[in-house]
């Protein structure tokens, strides 16, 4: 028996680290990066994985016996979670994904996902609500890297471009207008820990990190707005402020201002680091007649895994 389950990537325009602590924030899937997993019966009663990587980028194929050791920890955790005894079952699993693995596209949740998914199908059921899908995989995310947000796991269950904030309804933000958005990253990261900066202003400055907490909060709820608005140029200004903010505290590296600042330079409303920051990818709000001119810059410039994320086509008539 073969079972196949594939999950996309995700990036945020507005909130990250913030929002798991209750604040809004703005996420958007991606279908253009993904990950595949095939799950197949084999007679020795063993778990087994082989993992590839196709993300464009060197360097990947050192991870691959850490990432298969892993995939074969998270197959144990899954049968856990769904009450699967996997005792004398012989299954092999194969992972094939092109997100590029701890640079902010969600790597690890479109894993998660497409590894309960294939679990569920292979073992329960094969007609899966997305509530499910979303509410397995943040455990099973939650079992490898302690309690997540849930924003990730959201985005890449539902495939909608959503309102998140934690514990609280998800809201799916309607466009008023179509959207192009281009990404692409600078690479993996390497010279900044964001999450150490964010701990260590918190702690230090704690009225600095009150403010940006505030500022990011609003930006959040006014981008959703000008999302549902159709405001491309609204849209681009907001990714800017949300930009500044990071920059102030200090988890955007040197690669990604000149990134974004190229971005804006060849058209693009707005640009800013998405994820977590410290390295990874880069997002640009751009008009559909400059596209190609942020596409090309940036491949120039060196970025990886350059791709376009449309939204609302269906609106043109």
Known sequence: MQTIATAYSKFILSGEHFVVEGAPSVVIPASCFSTQVSLYDQETPEITAICNFNCGQPGLDELRDTHEALVKDLIIKSAQILGIDLRGIGLRCMVKSSIPPGQGAGSSSSLSQAIMEAMMRHFLADDLHPNYLRWFSTQLENKWHGTVSGIDNAAIAYKRIMFYERDKTTKFIPLGSPMFFVV????????IDPYAVMRGLKQDQPLQYI?????????????????????????????NESEDIYET?????????????????QGACGARMTGAGGGGFVIACTPISRIEDVQMAWFDMGLKAVSILNFGLDRIR
């Open 211 to 239: 403010a940006h907490h505030k500022a990011m909060s609003e930006n959040a709820v006014q981008l959703a707005e000008a999302l549902q608005h159709g405001d491309t140029l609204r849209v681009g200004a907001l990714m």
């Open 249 to 265: 505290c200090g988890i955007v590296t040197k690669a990604m201002q000149t990134a974004c600042q190229e971005a804006l330079n």
């Open 184 to 191: 692409g990253t600078t690479g993996p990261r390497s010279e």
